[in-house]
């Protein structure tokens, strides 16, 4: 069953961030790990509530990256409001560092961060 989830994992991170991904940068807030650019699918237009075709305000991303130390950025180092993602807020705009501020979905594969 293992080497079916590793299957899994893999399958998602060359589907969905190779194929789909931007660059983003990650830097750890302790300077004990140097920055890293890995993949990330970029959600640039985040619903506010449920049910409301509100929009998140601009200062608000949500990415997907893997759950991993070399491919993305594993949860077990994360440091939350401390770490910065350098992301472009829109398509073709220069990036800006933008902190980690919530974890809202975590399993294996991957991770969805909220930043802003």
């Given at each position: 069953m293992s080497n079916l989830l590793?299957?899994?994992?893999?399958?998602?991170?060359n589907v969905f961030l190779t194929d789909f991904?931007?660059?983003v940068t990650y830097y750890p807030l302790d300077g004990a790990l140097p920055p890293r650019e890995i993949k990330a699918i970029v959600d640039r237009e985040l619903p506010?509530?449920?049910?409301t075709a509100d929009r998140a305000p601009l200062g608000q991303l949500r990415i997907s990256v893997?759950?991993?130390?070399?491919?993305g950025i594993s949860s077990a180092e994360i440091n939350m409001g401390?770490?910065?993602i350098r992301v472009a807020k829109r398509i073709g705009e220069v990036?800006?560092?933008m902190r980690i501020v919530s974890k809202?979905?975590?399993?294996?594969?991957?991770?969805?961060?909220?930043l802003t």
């Open positions: 590793d299957q899994l994992d893999d399958d998602a991170t991904g931007e660059t506010q509530s449920p049910g893997a759950n991993s130390a070399t491919l401390g770490d910065v990036p800006v560092d809202p979905i975590e399993d294996r594969g991957m991770l969805e961060l909220e």
